[in-house]
């Protein structure tokens, strides 16, 4: 019998059987299908690397003449292992979005006002040279800014570094990951990079402290995860939001948000105080363990419950799994960590507890960086100009231990605003959406009123883009390539590439061409010594034993890796003395604690909660809610409330309401999830989602933005980076702000009616308040 | 002979909607209808048993499927594997297997006016490859297989206790099956509990079969339709014996 088979199902199939850039010619026989064509249809399978977010899989994209048809995970590559998230997926929607910058334009009205006009590319980038030109000539080169993100981000720093503006900076810094490579520098002497070198799937017990782990879709990681979890792994959840990790989770841990270094200073005590350490790395391989020990005594996880708002004998339970587990504790470093302001002593702390449980190098903790076996060639280029001025954001001074690679955003937001130390005069954006990213979008849009030229390089508009003076339009990244993406810390090394899966579709152009031709125009050719950066790739290659025909056709190429230390093998760890710093001296010569101390948070007040966010599996920061596959799927966030406190305040489930900060700053009508899975302190609004764009796009209708919210915020005086979950807001319902009349306790120890607010007189019947008892903190059964 | 199944695991499903768009991906399913969905509930229940469950869903290629019986021109039926399919030619639209459906598995394409839903990626299955939403499955949390043989991987999880969505007043013989050890499918099966099969009356038949089928006879082709309609007939019996 005939087996039938459709060619559209056909092309989608052959690549998963073998992988690679193979092509084949099918012609439907199926008459389920419903289009029949006379002429065959070529077909490609093309890898490449996803850009949905940074985690970069490997993707296999699925090209039917011509035409992205599919793309699905590329079973070769290590990290993703042949699958993708809901985004990765959806880049087939991202390609042909109608919403997508679709040629370079030039701005004919007040800024602001929405009115461009077409132009040529070249014409568009002997303006932008120009305009930068002029600036440089009047106020320095140190007067251009930049803010990059993103793999093609890169090309931009490189240009501005060329250029010899040291005012470049990127949002992974500040308002995401700064703060713990910090902290994890400090204790280690080395970071746990992207992505974390986290054994995640032998681990026996998992420590999740406010880790979005299932709702941040990191490929490689949600893999090792939920196998750990199939092996066993129990999951202690630290959130005061019920997130999936503690979905997953033996213990949740609703946390009074801002208190995690208690916890885990307390825990520290704990183990220290059962000796449930690893005597022998503590011993061998940190220094500082009595000056540790001096200084956790009085931080009991009584202390901690009293701060925390955790028990104390859930403290101790939890300490006890880790110590019993130890060394396959995998305690997540985090990656967003913008939270307090005092962030880097969190991190360090998290370090310290992974340092004492010896989880480096072993089964179930970090994995090792391994020694990649390939060098690539470098291009023949002169080396950038050290820059004249100094940086404007303070990054090395100010802030001492602020990457400078990186930069720090809010402070050359808050220079161009104020335009001190020394003018920035202009800007360029390069695939960042700074007013989703950066705290106080009030401050980054005034900003903007003080620039001779504000020039946006991205794939699709954000909300920024509707005040740039010239619009230049970047491929996406299944129309480019993009350098060389290299890891090393995972259980095998890797080499991946990114290369176009199809011509493009729109009169764009790739990041490293825009920055290749802005440089020529801007004298600096001697930097640009080529063509196609296809011949970039290959000339990096040459000489490193692998083959770029290989990787063209396969998309990666893996290299073994030596994750784990041998027993009894030691490691030399990059600080100076090649131990790990539990006691940092490094910390105490700038004037900081030298062992982290808990910094007490202020407490919202009355009718007030915590602004806390997070991501949602299927969107990416700001750069996904156009795309319709995914849109659908989650159109607009709702705010996250305790039902308990929902209820007092009279809400019903998915009602809008507005929500306002503690300066006044008010959303449009969010609605509203109650839930007993979220503090009662506290409300979540997940990320990433509508601004105030006016006109430009047709899926933001409302203003829902959490970092609309995010109008204040600290900054760590180490790192520089952000601390933003230190708004508070209320909620408003007709024009009348709304309070609970409710007191509740988390752990379930007390539920109080606050006197002076008149109460219904079945209140507790309603509201289902929990009877007074401690042990039911702890979440059994899972 | 085999029979295809699948089942969720919900202990290991962590809702991150891969499938769904994977699914779209694969068969141009326009937004916002769907082959397969991932519904989120609301997290519940009294601290510190609180639960946050998703219902994960597709065509449960039911043994006795409401579907079949109600398609009034044979489009939809259940190939010897157990897939039930739509073969499109036949199709009329005219949406009585939609409303027959205990799981709300159906749709019908606006563009193409044919009924669409997930047929366990025949084409793929036959070519030794998973169905896309289970290659796509970043927690594996879909298991597809062949419960008739009792070595497999569907199998083995049936047997170690993964359920259907049954209730007393509908079973239908639905080959979709859940595995959760945190009774977690509990709360699914209350909230999306199968709907009783809403079978074709003769009024339905006439609204929504017969009186399209006169106004394409007034259209002057309604032999050649039936012609065509026989043959394809045939062919579409034909095809489905291995």
Known sequence: MEKKISRRSFLKISGTVGTGAAVGLSTSTSKTKAAVRTEPKRIERIPSVCEQCFWRCGIIATVEDGKLVNIEGNPLHPNNRGKICARGNAGVALVYEKDRLKGPMIRVGERGSGKWREVSWNEALDYTAEKLLAVTKKYGVEANGLFAHGASGYFATDLYSFLGSPNSAAPSFAQCKGSRDVGYELTYGENMGSPERLDLANAKVITLIGSALGENIHTGQIIDFTDGLANGAKVIAVDPRFSTAASKAKWWLPIKPGTDTALVLAWINEIINKKGYDETFVRNSTTGFSELTDHVKEFTPEWAEKITEIPANVIRETAKAMMDAKPAVLVHPGRHVAWYGNDVQRARAVAILSAILGIWGQKGGYFLKSEFPASYNALDIPAAPIPKRQRVDGAGYRFPLASTEEGLTQELVKATLSQKPYPIKSWMVFGQNIFNSIPAKRDTRKAIDNLDFYVVVDVRPTEPTWYADVILPEDTYLERYDTLMTVTGWYKQYVSLRQPVIKRVHNTKPGWWIAKELGKRLGLSAYYPYNDYEDVIKYQLKDSGISFTKLKRDGVITFPAKPFLEPGESYQFKTSDKKVHLYSKELKDLGFDPIPVYEPVNDPGKGYFRLVYGLMPVHSHGKTESNPWLNTLISEPHLWINEIIGKSMGLKNDEEVIVENQDGIRSDKIKILMTPGMRHDAVFLPHGFGGNDRGLLDYTKRNISDNNLISKYTVDPISGGTGLRVNFVRLIKDEQPLSPTVEVSMTGVSAKKISGVKQEEDQNKTFNIQPKKKASAIKEGC | ?242
Not at chain 2, 28 to 33: E, K, L, N, S
Not at chain 2, 220 to 238: I, N, P, R, V
């Open chain 2, 1 to 242: 002979m085999s029979k295809y199944a699948m089942v969720i695991d919900m202990d290991r499903c962590i809702a991150c909607h891969a499938c769904e768009v994977a699914c779209r991906s694969h068969y141009d399913v326009p937004v916002p209808y769907y082959r397969n969905w991932v519904h989120d509930l609301r997290p519940e229940g009294v601290y510190p048993d609180i639960k946050k469950v998703s219902y994960v869903g597709l065509c449960n290629h039911c043994d006795d499927a409401p579907c079949v019986k109600a398609c009034p021109t044979g489009a939809t039926y259940k190939r010897k594997d157990g897939v039930v399919v739509v073969d499109k030619d036949l199709c009329i639209g005219c949406g009585l297997c939609i409303e027959a459906c205990p799981y709300g598995a159906r749709y019908i394409d606006p563009v193409k006016e044919k009924v669409d839903k997930c047929d366990f990626c025949i084409d793929r299955v036959e070519q030794g490859v998973e169905p896309a939403c289970v290659a796509t499955c970043i927690a594996s949390a879909r298991i597809f297989g062949d419960i008739d043989d009792p070595n497999s991987k569907v199998s083995q999880l049936i047997a170690n206790g993964a359920q259907p969505n049954v209730s007393s007043k509908v079973n239908v013989g639905p080959n979709i099956y859940y595995l959760d050890s945190h009774n977690h499918f509990p709360v699914v099966q209350a909230a999306f509990p199968p709907k009783v099969p809403n079978m074709p009356t003769p009024q339905k038949m006439w609204t929504k079969v017969l009186r399209p089928l006169f106004w394409l006879a007034i259209g002057g082709s309604f032999l050649g339709q039936l012609a065509a309609f026989s043959t394809q007939l045939f062919k579409g019996e034909s095809d489905i014996k291995e």
